[in-house]
């Protein structure tokens, strides 16, 4: 698979859902991925990026966006509330604003630097004990008390339990989302992004079919 592999797939699957060419986002997920290949995906011409861990994008995106100024990065992984400085500071967007005591130590970091990333709400639609998000039932409170506390949140994002149809979950993101007045779906990933795409995703997470798979020895 490539890039322009990817590329094509999305524009097909965009105009199968009829919907606007260009409607979706590729973020192409370049965590534990050697810095020439992320190179390469730069040096063809993509500009949006996502990063799990704040500590190996402040090793790895400094340079590159010395070299590529308009390229964006996105974190796409769980948020500690001690890397909340250093993920404003570098983060263009945040998909897993989680839990209260999360959102409270963004919207003051927002307040001291003055500069504040995109933010989406990650939702456990299958409320799964291992993983982050809060559950579907809770969901409404939680967006209102981050836009009480004037937090950017432009939509919501989800990672659908893996022996589950993945569908389900989109739809159910879906519906929370515009029942809130949110635009922004961050789902899909390598497996799954067309179907994301049919039920509205705006941004999907793509890594190892355009770069190859991780090694993480």
Same mark, same amino acid.
């Given at each position: 698979m490539s890039l322009q592999e990817i590329k094509t797939r999305i524009l097909k699957a965009e105009k199968l859902a009829g919907r606007p060419v260009g409607s979706t986002q590729l973020i192409a997920v370049s965590k534990?991925?050697?810095?020439?290949? %992320?190179?390469?995906?730069?040096e063809q011409g993509h500009r949006l990026f996502g990063e799990n861990k704040v500590q190996e994008a402040e090793g790895k995106w400094p340079k590159f966006k010395e070299q590529f100024e308009d390229v964006q990065v996105?974190?796409?992984?769980?948020?500690?509330?001690?890397?909340?400085?250093?993920?404003?500071?570098?983060?263009?967007?945040?998909?897993? %604003?989680?839990?209260?005591?999360?959102?409270?130590?963004?919207?003051?970091?927002?307040?001291?630097?003055?500069k504040a990333p995109d933010m989406f709400i990650q939702v456990n639609t299958g409320e799964e004990p291992q993983k982050a998000g809060v559950i579907p039932a809770d969901a409404d409170a939680f967006i209102k008390e981050c836009r009480d506390m004037e937090l950017p949140i432009i939509g919501l994002m989800v990672i659908p339990p893996a022996n589950e149809e993945a569908s389900l979950h989109f739809a159910l993101l879906?519906?929370?989302?515009?029942?809130?007045?949110?635009?922004?779906?961050? #789902?899909? #990933?390598?497996?799954d992004f067309e179907r994301a795409i049919a039920l509205?995703?705006?941004?999907v997470r793509v890594g190892s079919a355009i770069f190859g798979e991780r090694d993480y020895s």
């Open positions: 534990v991925q050697p810095n020439a290949r %992320v190179q390469a995906v730069l996105h974190l796409i992984g769980p948020l500690q509330t001690n890397k909340v400085k250093a993920a404003v500071a570098l983060f263009d967007a945040i998909h897993a %604003v989680d839990r209260p005591k999360l959102a409270r130590k963004l919207a003051t970091e927002i307040q001291a630097q003055g879906r519906k929370i989302a515009q029942r809130n007045g949110l635009s922004g779906l961050s #789902m899909g #990933m390598s497996s509205g995703a705006t941004h």
